[in-house]
């Protein structure tokens, strides 16, 4: 677990103190996934990196399972924390096998116990080691060289992943692939994880909780299902809204997406008719921000209910579907709803 | 000019055993001045590119060095090393140095950023970031400066006959002094052979040295 209390980074540029971060308090709980997104100079980047000290705050206090961060040996902090960056970071140098086992082999493992961890991870990256073990990274595609930075993180299991927009440099259906993949290796091993991106759509696919930072202060910090119900402000509705994305939106419709109602329940709340598009749906539901229930009831013409949705569901396909012009949004959600 | 050189290759079959002597002088005096130079250039170039301060007047320095005249260099020396093979060798040492050191130092800078931030955030210490990161991928640009202070000191080594250093040399001062071509050739042709010998020959050796991963970056 994480928490960051009251942190502040300021520093001096030509003479003139600026505020990187400003009085930030977050708590991520064991095994979340949480998504720091903004634009850039939002702060997101300092932050996560104040976590595992790569950078220092001047105010306020970050502990990792309790403990101060500052009082700690950075060296040993840092080996139990997973670090993945948006380039990549992989040495030139190394095998993709030793590339994965870098913490292992700074921990001292022994040689073979090393190799065994690095082909595991290439598997569950889904790079299979008997190809890639021993290629070096520049033989590699940049996504499959993202795959190999996935897996150095996790090498050593630390309980901790922090990634900068780690899928930031590849093209947007590599991206995407990466994305699910993500999601399902955290359903496998549930690390605590905190994500740094400017991506909306990869926040609504990944995060447990979105927060949601603006010129080093946390504006929203709500799940993706509460952020779109109930944006804190204008400025958070039209970052939501900002991404071109949304308008492959308005080709899918409610109807489209909504599974069977749960047995037994009762329409409570609106129920939104399925001839709606999803974007409007989900305007439609910043402007109702106290729907009752958790979800969404679709209606024929005449109102009747012949669906529903849940809003984590909801969130899920706006994730997938936000960003990507590559697939149609409709392959996009049948295979998030079949998820 | 062929008469000349045939002459030369009978001068050095009627004098083998000087020759391999002042061709072992010639060599030693290379090959001591590199090593001593890359013991001193790289820790410099370490120093340097960790110590922002120190970078500066560093590479300053070498720069100038780089810029004075060998032959200025074994005069300057002469009042405070004397005469023979260990102020020669001083001289091509301080040359030696410059190519590595500079080479040194921006191979390290070179270094991509990306791939020291992730170092770090995995936890490298400073010497494992030194020698798991930054030395091997500097590894190719080092070796560069390593080749040319080798073919440099190669030729320079020549002028350690003038404080009486010997080495090859010898043979082209004497021919000089004696207007007798085929003695001159007798040195310079073969010191021009050593050159491109060990710039071939390190060729080779850089493949063998730079880690795999690096090897199509380098050529």
Redesign the interface.
Known sequence: MITLEHVSKTFTSHGQTVTAVDDVSLEVGEGELHVLIGPSGSGKTTTMRMI?C?ETPTGGRITVDGRDVQTMN????????G?V???????????VADNVA??PR?LGWPRQKRRQRAEELLALVGLPPELFADR???QLSGGQQQRV?VA?ALAADPPIV?MDEPFGAVDPITRKQLQRELRRIQAEVRKTIVFVTHDIAEAFLLGDRIVLMAEGRIVQNATPADLLRNPADPFVTSFIGEDRGLRSLRFTSLAELAGPAPPGARPNGMILPGTLSILDAGRELAAHRDAAGDGIWVGDTTGQPIGYLTFQQFATVLGESLGDDAETPHDETAHAIHH | MFDDLAASVTFIQENQERFLELLTEHLQLTILSVVIGLLIALPLAVIASRIELLAKPLTWLAAIGQTIPSLAILGLMLPLLGTGFVPSLFALTIRAILPIFLNGYVGIRAT?P??V?????????NA?LLL??EL??ASPVIFAGIKTATVQNIGLATLAAFIGGGGLGDLILQGLAMVDAPVLLAGAVPVALLAIVAELGLGRLQRVVV????Q??TQ
């Open positions: 595992n790569l950075v060296v040993d902090l840092r080996r139990g924390i670090y960056i948006q380039q990549g970071g992989l040495f030139p140098h190394f095998t870098v913490v700074l070096y990274p520049r930075g150095r922090l | 991509d990306a791939i931030d992730a170092a770090r955030g995995m936890g490298t210490g494992q798991m990161v091997p991928l880690p795999a991963g690096l199509s970056a």
